[in-house]
């Protein structure tokens, strides 16, 4: 089927589309600056959606989830549709991968038109293993992630799910939560990096360390491959995020 025909489809489904667009975050935006285009991918976090698709998330991540940041008054619209998405998902996954990888399709078509390298993040506001998860035959078939590296893609996300094992090509970061400590310990023991949300205003500068690694700037740019490793990937609250003192999701910069 064709994409105009899938989005036709879907949206019978309350779907318009799947992937947004790369300028449609003013962080996913600046990954332009360095030549990557990103095509994120939101769900509804948690359960909102009445299906969970965040296994590992706690009180804090949820009460401070990145869903709740950008312009409120676009609020009941972007949880209409991204709990749409998630149903979708669940209940017609056949029609779920076909207009993924359809939209995939014109993702990379469009970064390359513009010079640039095109990246997907499939977890923006969910935890789905999608290293797992395979088109069905009416798609072609394979996974996803392998389907966009063999097409010159490159697939990040932030994770709590710590025995995730992502192929070539798939870039994970994982969270720190309230309860995690030494789940992220482990992970940046392996060589991996941990984001880590600070309670640090905008424009202030994050502390130089944080669990006996160096700390790097998070919002410079949402393109998290090229960091350097292991590393801490800080981050400042944001939404429901900010003045959070109690749930122990966001940290103070104690070194």
């Given at each position: 089927?064709?994409?105009?025909?899938?989005?036709r489809a879907?949206?019978?489904?309350?779907?318009?589309?799947?992937?947004?667009?790369?300028?449609?975050?003013?962080?996913?935006?600046?990954?332009?600056?360095?030549?990557?285009?990103?095509?994120?991918?939101?769900?509804?976090?948690?359960?909102?959606?009445?299906?969970?698709?965040?296994?590992?998330?706690?009180?804090?991540?949820?009460?401070?989830?990145?869903?709740?940041?950008?312009?409120?008054?676009?609020?009941?619209?972007?949880?209409?549709?991204?709990?749409?998405?998630?149903?979708?998902?669940?209940?017609?996954?056949?029609?779920?991968?076909?207009?993924?990888?359809?939209?995939?399709?014109?993702?990379?078509?469009?970064?390359?038109?513009?010079?640039?390298?095109?990246?997907?993040?499939?977890?923006?506001?969910?935890?789905?293993?999608?290293?797992?998860?395979?088109?069905?035959?009416?798609?072609?078939?394979?996974?996803?992630?392998?389907?966009?590296?063999?097409?010159?893609?490159?697939?990040?996300?932030?994770t709590k799910?710590?025995?995730?094992?992502?192929?070539?090509?798939?870039?994970?970061?994982?969270?720190?939560?309230?309860?995690?400590?030494?789940?992220?310990?482990?992970?940046?023991?392996?060589?991996?990096?941990?984001?880590?949300?600070?309670?640090?205003?905008?424009?202030?500068?994050?502390?130089?360390e944080f669990?006996?690694?160096?700390?790097?700037?998070?919002?410079?740019?949402?393109?998290?491959?090229?960091?350097?490793?292991?590393?801490?990937?800080?981050?400042?609250?944001?939404?429901?995020?900010?003045?959070?003192?109690?749930?122990?999701?966001?940290?103070?910069?104690?070194?």
């Amino acid at each position: 089927m064709s994409l105009a025909s899938l989005k036709r489809a879907a949206k019978q489904h309350g779907v318009h589309s799947l992937l947004a667009k790369p300028e449609s975050n003013p962080k996913v935006a600046k990954n332009m600056k360095s030549g990557v285009m990103t095509f994120p991918l939101h769900l509804a976090p948690a359960e909102l959606s009445g299906f969970n698709v965040c296994p590992k998330s706690t009180a804090g991540c949820r009460a401070g989830c990145l869903h709740t940041a950008g312009n409120p008054l676009y609020m009941d619209g972007k949880t209409k549709a991204r709990i749409a998405r998630t149903v979708l998902y669940f209940t017609n996954r056949g029609l779920f991968l076909n207009l993924l990888r359809a939209e995939i399709d014109a993702g990379i078509r469009k970064a390359h038109r513009a010079n640039m390298a095109p990246a997907f993040r499939l977890n923006a506001t969910s935890d789905i293993p999608w290293e797992r998860v395979a088109f069905p035959i009416t798609a072609g078939g394979g996974g996803v992630v392998d389907y966009i590296t063999r097409n010159g893609g490159e697939v990040y996300d932030y994770t709590k799910r710590a025995n995730r094992v992502p192929p070539a090509g798939y870039h994970l970061t994982f969270s720190l939560a309230e309860n995690n400590d030494s789940d992220a310990a482990q992970w940046l023991a392996g060589g991996g990096n941990v984001a880590v949300v600070f309670d640090t205003k905008k424009g202030q500068p994050l502390p130089p360390e944080f669990m006996g690694h160096p700390v790097i700037d998070g919002d410079l740019s949402d393109y998290r491959p090229n960091d350097p490793s292991p590393c801490i990937v800080g981050l400042r609250a944001k939404g429901d995020a900010i003045g959070d003192t109690t749930s122990g999701f966001v940290r103070g910069g104690v070194v």
